[in-house]
């Protein structure tokens, strides 16, 4: 499992799956505040850099995966609809 320094507080867990290696999951939301805390970036920013140098960063198949919470099923269909 490849861990992101600085971002331990925002681990949530684990995801395995057969035959893969298993990966550390990061809170995509507890990340972009740990980026604003460290820094001087604003929420646009630290979401920018976020999607930028972490989740588009491919770093091998036992890099890190972010987790996008959501409280029903249906705001996971309104917000994938929208893209």
Known sequence: MIKM?????????????????????????KVIQTLMENSTMSYEDAVEFHEYNQ????VG????????R???LSEIEDYYSDE
Do not use: M
């Not at 989740?55 to 491919?58: I, K, M, V």
């Not at 198949?61 to 996008?68: N, Q, R, Y």
């Open 5 to 29: 320094d600085g971002f331990d507080d925002c681990v949530v867990g684990v995801i395995q799956s057969v035959g893969q290696p298993s990966r550390l999951v990061y809170d995509t939301e």
């Open 61 to 68: 198949e036992d890099g890190p995966v972010f987790l996008d």
């Open 70 to 72: 959501f409280d029903s």
């Open 55 to 58: 989740l588009g960063a491919y």
